[in-house]
């Protein structure tokens, strides 16, 4: 294993899907110490306004925090980052965020540590705080610009209410009902949708005729590749990390009970990397995840794909805000504590995605 100059930034992905979709926001990577127990990817994210960041990218041999505590400490023991980041998909909170939308983690900790007693589990939280700076940097985040984002059509808003209905979920209270349906655009979007066959409005409320629960049923289940663009937002806030994969749909409450109510993402991992950067004195850890399902009985792998996309092109608009290695390569190659300036953002596509045919 050859000595290797520190790096700017360790990607770490869970599994192979996220690894990939880290892996395509940088066109050339050098393999590096294939042999070792935790091989990676060497390459060079060039920023907008010029500057490049050293970047590895690696992944452990399975998902959960022991494996990605076990890989992330060595690659961190061996190049030194000046930031550990991961990339990925998560269960999305169904009041705070809609499948599709990217949680950056304001805060983690690992909800399943406590004490367990005859009147239930009582948690004892150790949470880590994302720098302010980040924290700032991922609020100001237009998502717009990235190549994931396309907003939605009137044929995809048509779609997206048809399969609020079929969930028996309320569309004016969903966190992504402006993007479907902008001020201005109800109810008359709806009273098209109407006139097609597709839903009727005997009272308060809309609901599906029955033309339209087999035309949304087929449409879901001819969906089986997910969506390649959405209007999704970027979701600042706090990610739980435990141990199992949650899909009862009774996480949230539990969670809220715990003491965290704003909790927007559940993963497996979040805490782990946080906690790997804290304790091997890495400057920033950044953790930015894309919500595949809400952890309820309903869940399935249609917008995982997507998410895990999204998740990464949010990472490396993130990362175009840390200061790096100059671009002059006679510049020394010290690791640096990595400091958010502004910066531009990945460059916009306006590509849109139509499979809503009345």
């Not at 984002?149 to 009137?154: C, I």
């Not at 995982?304 to 290695?325: M, N, P």
């Amino acid at each position: 294993m050859a000595d290797m100059d520190p790096i700017d930034v360790l990607i770490v992905a869970a599994i192979s899907l996220e690894h990939e979709a880290a892996r395509a926001g940088i066109d050339d990577w050098t393999p590096c110490d294939q042999d070792d127990p935790h091989p990676f990817l060497r390459g060079e994210y060039r920023c907008a306004d010029g500057r490049r960041l050293s970047v590895a990218l690696a992944r452990p041999v399975r998902m959960s925090g022991r494996p990605t505590s076990v890989a992330a400490t060595a690659l961190v023991d061996r190049l030194r980052p000046g930031c550990l980041a991961m990339p990925g998909v998560c269960a999305g909170n169904p009041g705070e965020v809609a499948l599709g939308d990217v949680v950056v983690a304001e805060m983690t900790y690992e909800y399943d540590e406590g004490k367990q007693t005859r009147k239930g589990f009582v948690g004892d939280h150790r949470p880590y705080q994302l720098d302010q700076q980040l924290i700032r940097a991922a609020q100001e985040l237009d998502p717009s610009t990235l190549p994931s984002y396309g907003p939605a059509t009137e044929d995809e808003a048509a779609l997206w209410l048809l399969e609020r209905l079929l969930l028996d979920q309320n569309p004016v209270k969903h966190p992504a009902f402006e993007r479907y349906f902008p001020p201005g655009t109800w109810p008359g979007r709806p009273a098209a949708i109407e006139a097609r066959g597709h839903i009727i409005r005997p009272g308060v409320e809309w609901t599906l005729t029955e033309e339209g629960r087999i035309f949304i049923e087929r449409a879901r289940y001819d969906d089986v590749y997910g969506p390649a663009k959405l209007p999704f937002a970027v979701k600042v806030a706090p990610v739980a990390s435990g141990s199992y994969v949650a899909k009862d749909g009774e996480a949230w409450a539990r969670l809220a009970a715990m003491g965290i109510r704003s909790v927007a993402g559940l993963d497996m991992e979040a805490a782990t990397i946080a906690t790997v950067a804290e304790t091997q004195g890495v400057p920033h850890w950044l953790v930015v995840k894309g919500v595949m399902d809400h952890a309820d009985p309903a869940k399935d792998d249609r917008y995982k794909r997507f998410a895990a996309r999204a998740s990464a092109e949010v990472l490396y608009a993130l990362l175009d805000r840390l200061t790096g290695r100059s671009p002059n390569p006679a510049a020394t190659r010290q690791n640096v504590r990595l400091e958010n300036v502004l910066g531009a953002q990945i460059g916009d596509h306006n590509v849109q995605h139509n499979i809503y045919n009345g």
